[in-house]
């Protein structure tokens, strides 16, 4: 193994055939000088939860909040839709690797500074992730799993941090560049490890300038930001609009410019029709799935019968074809980004439970599974959040799923903030929609999502499954690409056909239609990369 | 003089007790046009209601993907939605959701304030300045944004939309009957009534509550149709009932919006039946107020 680890890592050999970022305005956009000034007023579907970005898993933390931070490395803000190509934000220049692929040693930029004017040193990016990989008791740590192979990470000097890993792995860098691994200051976290939940202070190209609750949050440019000439533009308002008409309204109306989430194939339609040449519309598959997750400490969900038969229940292939009409999702998968070589074909999706090309024989089993675990009758209650897209739409589907093999299914909509108690400190739910939306693709890492709940900070299905965590272990510690792909698919098997932990429904498209003016925006597989709109500007 | 207006008093009663009921229609249409209307509309909807399922032609609740947006036809005469569900029979069983949370809230809310409007002009004292605060601060929002509150509060779901609505009307309807209870309470009958040494529950149930059923009366046909509004307005803005549950302000949400130029019938059909329910409570209330109201009959 070589410091190029991550980049002889399986996932470069198809780097480019990923399908991804297939952008109708964007492609081919030749190089236009930036223009500095003006505000960008973008809309957000929801609030964030809290604005600690460790803790969180939603766009509406990172949409808002993350032109407030820095971080470590970073995916290509020109190159978003690579899987491998990652650059430094607070680093002076990417490492090779040391000690047979253990070590990594991060030069960090001098000079930086925190909005309140206190020195960024290599102390607080150690505060930052030890606080990301060993959590406290009591503090939520989203992805702390990512870094499974790390061992520790010190400050050799201040502008020095090193990691060392327990063993050489391809997964690291990628977690490294997660955009939410905000650098937070050590001083505030000794202070209270909780301080970034309630509060916002970063090193990033924008200052927070104020937070109107239900309404908007807005930054203004940090003169003192350490990227030359950036940013471009003199703030942003991200303004929160839960409906989803009016966020199409608002950018019809020039309220707003964009919304860096994704719209419906018929928003873009009709924003393109009444907009012609205003709108620019960028297109791309989407690293985020949408979930089912039955809670198994509540009965009979505890029973792998009952969650078999819940996922047997569910027609997606007929699914795909027609709610990729009216919502933002579109292709059927496994566990892995569709397309990533990583990711089951249609062959090897087809002999899992709930992807039989013959539904009637899989209802029918459906039935049996329910019969034989004396659960025909069941009535349950769908937990879901109070986002239009795609999840009320999925959850009233999913629903009409369930009635097919004679379930009596309601449906719960909470907001953001309510949904994700409910999952984490409530759990008081017996089936949720979930999702698992990644930044970086990379499946090694992003399955993480499906491990034990005492590994994970994100399987809200309180489970423990001790195989399931060995197989991702032997995963994420393997360096032949055949033998990845072969853990895979038995940790696919287990985890969506043996034990039902999760049920997946569709993966996501995304459509970002927005106003021609806003420059320097590239669309990624992810909605959670390249948000920190340093590099934005506006045209006009 | 007393003599004889109890006299005339009887014999109305009585020719009243002799008209077979439609003449008394015929005679509530001829002098209540606008009412009768009202309450056609009001008795047409209760039927729609609770022959829902008789009368729906499909599932409200079951997808059928190939007939999406479908434009009113001979097959769906509303058209269909963004799920392929028929939106006649969505309309129809939406009906039953409308008129449970109206009904519901409407007497619930109407007969608590009932009672804590009569106690607190019969016991008046601390007792009616304290209570009067209290519904002084309740009224000072607007119904819907007290609503709003209680159903941020309790969570989304149709019981928690009858409390949300249920607890904004109780003090609109106990300072309206608390106002015509503080007369009730002069009245020397009711001295008599202390004189007597009943207590209070019989003096305030049986000698005062049903003094002041005309206000309350009033006040419950009033709140139906204002009922039927919260909750289509709770649904629209996704804290009312929830998907699947066939609802109309449910129904001009989401989809509704979105397709509002494609496949405007969504929005329409809906629209119309919150529209026409609400108007016909409303006539209907205008009604039963001008026949319960001594001034306004006199008239």
């Given at each position: 193994?070589?410091?190029?680890?991550?980049?002889?890592?399986?996932?470069l050999?198809?780097?480019?055939?990923?399908?991804?970022?297939?952008?109708?305005?964007?492609?081919?956009?030749?190089?236009?000088?930036?223009?500095?000034g003006?505000?960008?007023?973008?809309?957000?579907?929801?609030?964030?939860?809290?604005?600690?970005?460790?803790?969180?898993?939603?766009?509406a933390?990172?949409?808002?909040?993350?032109?407030?931070?820095?971080?470590?490395?970073r995916?290509?803000?020109?190159?978003?839709?690579?899987?491998?190509?990652?650059?430094?934000?607070?680093?002076?220049?990417?490492p090779?690797?040391?000690?047979?692929?253990?070590?990594?040693?991060?030069a960090?930029r001098?000079?930086?500074?925190?909005?309140?004017?206190?020195?960024?040193?290599?102390?607080?990016?150690?505060?930052?992730?030890?606080?990301?990989?060993?959590?406290?008791?009591?503090?939520?740590?989203a992805?702390?799993?990512?870094?499974?192979?790390?061992?520790?990470?010190?400050?050799?000097?201040?502008?020095?941090v090193?990691?060392?890993?327990?063993y050489?792995?391809?997964?690291?860098?990628p977690?490294?560049a997660?955009?939410?691994?905000?650098?937070?200051?050590k001083?505030?976290?000794d202070?209270?490890?909780?301080?970034?939940?309630?509060?916002?202070?970063?090193?990033?190209?924008f200052?927070f300038?104020e937070?109107?609750?239900g309404?908007?949050?807005?930054?203004?440019?940090?003169?003192?930001?350490?990227?030359?000439?950036?940013?471009?533009?003199?703030g942003?308002?991200?303004?929160?609009?839960?409906?989803?008409?009016?966020?199409?309204?608002?950018?019809?109306?020039?309220?707003?410019?964009?919304?860096?989430?994704?719209?419906?194939?018929?928003?873009?339609?009709?924003?393109?029709?009444?907009?012609?040449?205003?709108?620019?519309?960028?297109?791309?598959?989407?690293?985020?799935v949408?979930?089912?997750?039955?809670?198994?400490?509540?009965?009979?969900?505890?029973?792998?019968?009952?969650?078999?038969?819940?996922?047997?229940?569910?027609?997606?292939?007929?699914?795909?074809?027609?709610?990729?009409?009216?919502?933002?999702?579109?292709t059927?998968?496994?566990?892995?980004?569709?397309?990533?070589?990583?990711a089951?074909?249609?062959?090897?999706?087809?002999?899992?439970?709930?992807?039989w090309?013959?539904?009637?024989?899989?209802?029918?089993?459906?039935k049996?599974l329910?019969?034989?675990?004396?659960?025909?009758?069941?009535?349950?209650?769908?937990?879901?959040?109070?986002?239009?897209?795609?999840?009320?739409?999925?959850?009233?589907?999913?629903?009409?799923?369930?009635?097919?093999?004679?379930?009596?299914v309601?449906?719960?909509?909470q907001?953001?903030?309510?949904?994700?108690?409910?999952?984490?400190?409530?759990?008081d739910?017996?089936?949720?929609?979930?999702?698992?939306?990644?930044?970086?693709?990379?499946?090694?890492?992003?399955?993480?999502?499906?491990?034990s709940?005492?590994?994970?900070?994100?399987?809200?299905?309180?489970?423990?499954?001790?195989?399931?965590?060995?197989?991702?272990?032997?995963?994420?510690?393997?360096?032949?690409?055949?033998e990845?792909?072969?853990?895979?698919?038995?940790?696919?098997?287990?985890?969506?056909?043996?034990?039902?932990?999760?049920?997946?429904?569709?993966?996501?498209?995304?459509?970002?239609?927005?106003?021609?003016?806003?420059?320097?925006?590239?669309?990624?597989?992810?909605?959670?990369?390249?948000?920190?709109?340093?590099?934005?500007?506006?045209?006009? | 003089?007393?003599?004889?207006?109890?006299?005339v008093g009887?014999?109305?009663?009585?020719?009243?007790?002799r008209?077979?009921?439609?003449?008394l229609?015929?005679?509530?249409?001829?002098?209540?046009?606008?009412?009768?209307?009202?309450?056609?509309?009001?008795?047409?909807?209760?039927?729609?209601?609770?022959?829902?399922?008789?009368?729906?032609?499909?599932d409200?609740?079951?997808?059928?993907?190939?007939r999406?947006?479908?434009?009113?036809?001979?097959?769906h005469?509303?058209?269909?939605?963004?799920?392929?569900?028929?939106?006649?029979?969505?309309?129809?069983?939406?009906?039953?959701?409308?008129?449970?949370?109206?009904?519901?809230?409407?007497?619930?809310?109407?007969?608590?304030?009932?009672?804590?409007?009569?106690?607190?002009?019969?016991?008046?004292?601390?007792?009616?300045?304290v209570?009067?605060?209290?519904?002084?601060?309740?009224?000072?929002?607007?119904?819907?944004?007290?609503?709003?509150?209680?159903?941020?509060?309790?969570g989304?779901?149709?019981?928690?939309?009858?409390?949300?609505?249920?607890?904004?009307?109780?003090?609109?309807c106990?300072?309206?009957?608390?106002?015509?209870?503080?007369?009730?309470?002069?009245?020397?009958y009711?001295?008599?009534?202390?004189?007597?040494?009943?207590?209070?529950?019989?003096?305030?149930?049986?000698?005062?509550?049903?003094?002041?059923?005309?206000?309350?009366?009033?006040?419950?046909?009033?709140?139906?149709?204002q009922?039927?509004?919260?909750?289509a307005?709770?649904?629209y803005?996704?804290?009312?009932?929830?998907?699947?549950?066939?609802?109309?302000?449910?129904?001009l949400?989401?989809?509704?919006?979105?397709?509002?130029?494609?496949?405007?019938?969504?929005?329409?059909?809906p629209?119309?039946?919150?529209?026409?329910?609400?108007?016909?409570?409303?006539?209907?209330?205008?009604?039963?107020?001008?026949?319960?109201?001594?001034?306004?009959?006199?008239?």
């Amino acid at each position: 193994m070589t410091g190029r680890l991550w980049k002889t890592a399986p996932r470069l050999a198809v780097a480019a055939g990923l399908g991804v970022a297939v952008a109708f305005g964007a492609a081919g956009a030749v190089a236009e000088t930036p223009k500095k000034g003006g505000v960008l007023k973008y809309v957000v579907p929801a609030e964030p939860p809290s604005f600690d970005g460790h803790r969180e898993t939603t766009f509406a933390l990172i949409h808002p909040i993350a032109p407030f931070y820095s971080v470590l490395i970073r995916v290509n803000p020109d190159n978003p839709g690579s899987p491998t190509d990652f650059v430094c934000d607070l680093c002076t220049e990417m490492p090779q690797a040391s000690d047979d692929g253990k070590k990594y040693t991060f030069a960090l930029r001098k000079g930086v500074t925190f909005h309140d004017g206190s020195a960024l040193t290599a102390q607080d990016v150690v505060a930052t992730f030890e606080k990301i990989i060993n959590p406290p008791e009591g503090v939520a740590s989203a992805r702390k799993a990512f870094f499974v192979m790390v061992e520790k990470v010190s400050a050799a000097d201040d502008h020095t941090v090193v990691f060392d890993l327990k063993y050489p792995s391809g997964a690291f860098i990628p977690a490294l560049a997660n955009p939410y691994n905000f650098i937070y200051a050590k001083a505030k976290l000794d202070q209270d490890i909780h301080w970034y939940e309630k509060n916002v202070m970063g090193s990033g190209p924008f200052v927070f300038k104020e937070r109107q609750p239900g309404a908007l949050i807005s930054g203004e440019r940090n003169a003192d930001y350490y990227h030359e000439g950036k940013p471009y533009l003199d703030g942003f308002e991200a303004i929160f609009a839960k409906k989803q008409s009016l966020r199409v309204q608002a950018i019809r109306g020039g309220r707003a410019a964009i919304e860096f989430r994704g719209f419906p194939p018929k928003s873009r339609d009709d924003l393109k029709k009444a907009l012609g040449d205003d709108i620019t519309v960028q297109e791309s598959d989407w690293n985020c799935v949408l979930l089912a997750t039955p809670n198994q400490k509540v009965k009979p969900f505890d029973d792998p019968r009952v969650r078999r038969a819940l996922s047997l229940a569910i027609d997606r292939w007929g699914g795909s074809k027609y709610l990729s009409e009216i919502a933002i999702v579109k292709t059927v998968g496994g566990v892995a980004f569709p397309g990533h070589p990583l990711a089951a074909t249609r062959e090897e999706l087809e002999q899992i439970a709930g992807y039989w090309p013959d539904l009637e024989k899989s209802r029918a089993e459906a039935k049996r599974l329910l019969a034989e675990a004396g659960a025909s009758n069941l009535k349950f209650t769908v937990n879901n959040r109070a986002v239009d897209q795609p999840y009320k739409i999925v959850g009233t589907w999913l629903i009409d799923q369930w009635k097919q093999i004679g379930l009596e299914v309601e449906q719960r909509v909470q907001p953001t903030g309510p949904f994700y108690a409910t999952l984490r400190q409530k759990k008081d739910f017996d089936v949720s929609i979930d999702f698992n939306c990644q930044a970086v693709v990379n499946p090694l890492l992003d399955v993480s999502k499906f491990i034990s709940g005492n590994r994970s900070g994100n399987s809200y299905g309180g489970y423990e499954d001790p195989e399931v965590d060995k197989m991702f272990d032997a995963m994420n510690r393997a360096a032949d690409p055949a033998e990845q792909r072969k853990l895979m698919r038995a940790f696919e098997q287990r985890v969506l056909n043996d034990q039902v932990h999760s049920m997946i429904t569709l993966w996501w498209y995304r459509i970002i239609p927005h106003r021609s003016e806003v420059k320097g925006w590239k669309i990624s597989p992810s909605h959670y990369l390249n948000q920190d709109l340093s590099g934005v500007w506006l045209d006009g | 003089m007393t003599v004889s207006q109890i006299e005339v008093g009887a014999e109305v009663e009585d020719l009243v007790q002799r008209a077979p009921w439609p003449v008394l229609l015929m005679d509530m249409i001829r002098r209540k046009p606008l009412g009768a209307a009202g309450a056609f509309i009001v008795v047409f909807f209760i039927l729609i209601a609770a022959f829902a399922n008789v009368i729906a032609p499909y599932d409200p609740t079951a997808n059928a993907f190939d007939r999406m947006h479908m434009a009113p036809g001979a097959e769906h005469w509303f058209g269909t939605d963004q799920f392929g569900r028929d939106l006649m029979s969505r309309l129809i069983y939406g009906a039953r959701t409308a008129l449970f949370v109206g009904f519901v809230a409407a007497f619930v809310g109407s007969t608590l304030g009932l009672v804590l409007g009569v106690a607190s002009a019969y016991f008046g004292g601390l007792f009616d300045l304290v209570l009067q605060r209290i519904m002084d601060v309740f009224m000072a929002f607007p119904l819907i944004i007290m609503a709003l509150a209680v159903v941020a509060i309790l969570g989304s779901g149709i019981q928690n939309v009858i409390i949300a609505i249920t607890i904004p009307f109780i003090p609109h309807c106990a300072r309206v009957v608390r106002s015509s209870a503080l007369s009730v309470r002069e009245i020397p009958y009711i001295d008599a009534a202390r004189a007597c040494g009943f207590g209070h529950s019989r003096i305030i149930l049986r000698h005062m509550v049903p003094n002041v059923m005309a206000p309350y009366l009033i006040m419950l046909t009033a709140f139906v149709g204002q009922a039927i509004l919260l909750e289509a307005s709770l649904s629209y803005l996704g804290l009312g009932v929830q998907e699947p549950t066939p609802a109309w302000g449910l129904m001009l949400q989401g989809g509704a919006e979105e397709y509002a130029e494609s496949a405007p019938w969504i929005a329409i059909f809906p629209g119309l039946a919150i529209t026409l329910a609400v108007f016909a409570f409303n006539l209907f209330g205008d009604a039963v107020r001008d026949a319960l109201d001594p001034k306004l009959r006199s008239q």
